[in-house]
Nanobody, 128 residues
Framework: QVQLVESGGGLVQVGGSLRLSCAAS????????????MAWFRQAPGKEREFVSS????????YIADSVKGRFTISRDNAKNTLYLQMNSLKPEDTAVYYC?????????????????WGQGTQVTVSS
């Protein structure tokens, strides 16, 4: 089993910044954190889960949703088994529970079905 634990959420004012972390442990199907693509998704109240950003196993390639492009940056440290999401210039519409997810493979995109392990989520609230 792969366990994912998010942290770093909180209450921030419009225009502020937060850095989310996702600590991974364990392995499944012979694959550890460092061999899996990872992603961040978010879900706002009353809305469906939304793709935010993903990163390949090596960190060389990243994908990001248009809604956060230029403001959010995904990164990973395989030596620390940790995924990050740097969020700048936050807006009220960024308010949501943010989830990290581990993919079945080394490369993955925006489809939630590509990810088979999920964290419990961390709340981000942006006040105006």
């Amino acid at each position: 089993q792969v366990q994912l634990v998010e942290s770093g959420g909180g209450l921030v004012q419009v225009g502020g910044s937060l850095r989310l972390s996702c600590a991974a442990s364990g392995r499944a199907s012979g694959r550890t954190f460092s061999s899996r693509a990872m992603a961040w998704f978010r879900q706002a109240p009353g809305k469906e889960r939304e793709f935010v950003s993903s990163i390949t196993w090596s960190g060389v390639s990243t994908y990001i949703a248009d809604s956060v492009k230029g403001r959010f940056t995904i990164s990973r440290d395989n030596a620390k088994n940790t995924l990050y999401l740097q969020m700048n210039s936050l807006k009220p519409e960024d308010t949501a529970v943010y989830y990290c997810a581990a993919a079945q493979n080394s490369y993955a995109g925006y489809n939630a079905d590509e990810y088979d392990y999920w964290g419990q989520g961390t709340q981000v609230t942006v006040s105006s």
